[in-house]
């Protein structure tokens, strides 16, 4: 079964950097493009960024664009998400997501919390 591991969040101060990870399992993870979203208290969820199967194509939120960068590792089954010059407005719970036989698939989540 298609399984999503998010992991690297945590507090972080204004300013600061921190990369996420997702580990997948359960899929052919070369052949999928990947995204993440989050979703902050009392908003909808969003999305953050996405990747293309090669990790070629990269696609980004105007809100992150220019302080996150989106990239895989297809011999590790792992998706990850750079993130720089963080906001307190990026506090939210960040999610890894595939499409797979039409079903859209969802880690648990990770928090993400920038504050002084």
């Known amino acids: 079964q298609v399984q999503l591991v998010e992991s690297g969040g945590g507090l972080v101060q204004p300013g600061g950097s921190l990369t996420l990870s997702c580990a997948a399992s359960?899929?052919?993870?070369?052949?999928?493009?990947m995204k993440w979203y989050r979703q902050a208290p009392g908003k909808e969820r969003e999305l953050v960024a996405a990747?293309?199967?090669?990790?070629?194509?990269?696609n980004y939120a105007d809100s992150v664009k220019g302080r996150s960068t989106i990239s895989r590792d297809n011999a590790k089954n792992t998706v990850y998400l750079q993130m720089n010059s963080q906001k307190p407005e990026d506090t939210a719970v960040y999610y890894c997501?595939?499409?797979?036989?039409?079903?859209?698939?969802w880690g648990q989540g990770t928090q993400v919390t920038v504050s002084s």
């Open positions: 359960g899929f052919t993870f070369s052949t999928y493009p």
């Open positions: 997501n595939v499409v797979h036989e039409g079903k859209n698939y």
């Open positions: 990747i293309s199967s090669d990790g070629r194509r990269t």
